[in-house]
């Protein structure tokens, strides 16, 4: 059995400038938080750094990722990051890591691991592209088209903005530097929130949860297509959530397959 080592990191909340204002003490008070909530997105850097570091690059370059929010992570707070293997006959690997904080809230969970054999590619990967729009609309309940492509855009990961994820998160990995280095989960996350706010205007919104099918890692400089289609709508508990399809493509091959789910419309 692998034995992975624990880490412990103080979370950081480096998005208090975002346009998603629950980043904001006073938005977050508003809904009923104790404070400004770290991104789930940096909180997904936290928990795959001590498999990085354990399992190296190829953890990065194949495999299914599938990360659960349970609870916010805010400026300041202590987080154990811990991993378990999971059922790995079953699998080439399986593991479970999670995140809590310094009062033992489990706050995050991250299960990864690689088939034999990966899943199909989602037909919708291949699914024309909608027009580009001109202005984005606040986001509304009937704005939300189920199975309607959003517009292709190119993200051309830089190298600035990479080391300046990696700051952030505080990473000692040497394979997210230089020229060719990979793109950190944390940017990567990153960029399917900016896929979701290309198409909507949300003031205060949660990601919830992200569901990563990896087939090829993506690496600083490269151009990578964008395609992103809303597949699910619900309201649960006062909350309404969003769910995005999202396509990654390389020389046209799909590298990576994305569902990203969200709170758009938080219950007061």
Same mark, same amino acid.
């Given at each position: 059995?692998?034995?992975? /080592? ?28 104790? #404070? ?13 750094? /001590? ?11 194949? #495999? ?55 899943? #199909? ?8 592209? #909608? ?71 949300? /003031? ?65």
């Amino acid at each position: 059995m692998d034995n992975v /080592p624990k880490m412990e990191i103080q979370a950081l909340n480096d998005a208090e400038s975002s346009e998603n204002r629950i980043h904001s003490d006073e938005i977050a008070l508003k809904y009923g938080f104790t #404070g400004a909530l770290v991104s789930g997105v940096n909180v997904y850097g936290y928990l795959t750094q /001590p498999m990085v570091k354990h399992f190296g690059p190829a953890w990065l370059e194949t #495999g299914i990722f599938d990360v659960i929010f349970r609870m916010p992570a805010y400026q300041g707070d202590r987080l154990q990051i811990k991993c378990e293997t999971a059922k790995p006959q079953q699998h080439e690997r399986h593991f479970m890591t999670t995140a809590t904080n310094q009062h033992g809230d489990l706050l995050a969970r991250l299960e990864s691991w690689l088939p034999k054999e990966l899943p #199909g590619i989602n037909d919708l990967a291949y699914a024309s592209a #909608g027009t580009q729009l001109e202005h984005r609309n606040e986001i509304q309940w009937d704005l939300i088209h189920i199975l309607e492509p959003g517009g292709e855009y190119l993200w051309q990961p830089g190298v600035a903005d990479n080391k300046q994820k990696v700051e952030t998160q505080r990473d000692k990995s040497e394979i997210y530097t230089g020229s060719q280095a990979f793109v950190h989960p944390y940017y990567l996350l990153d960029a399917c929130n900016k896929a979701l706010m290309r198409m909507f205007i949300l /003031p205060a919104w949660i990601h919830t949860g992200s569901r990563l099918t990896v087939r090829q890692a993506i690496k600083v400089g490269q151009n990578i297509s964008i395609r992103a289609i809303p597949v699910e709508k619900w309201e649960r508990k006062g909350h309404q959530f969003i769910k995005l399809y999202i396509a990654m493509l390389h020389n046209d091959q799909v590298a990576i397959e994305v569902d990203h789910t969200a709170i758009f419309k938080i219950a007061v």
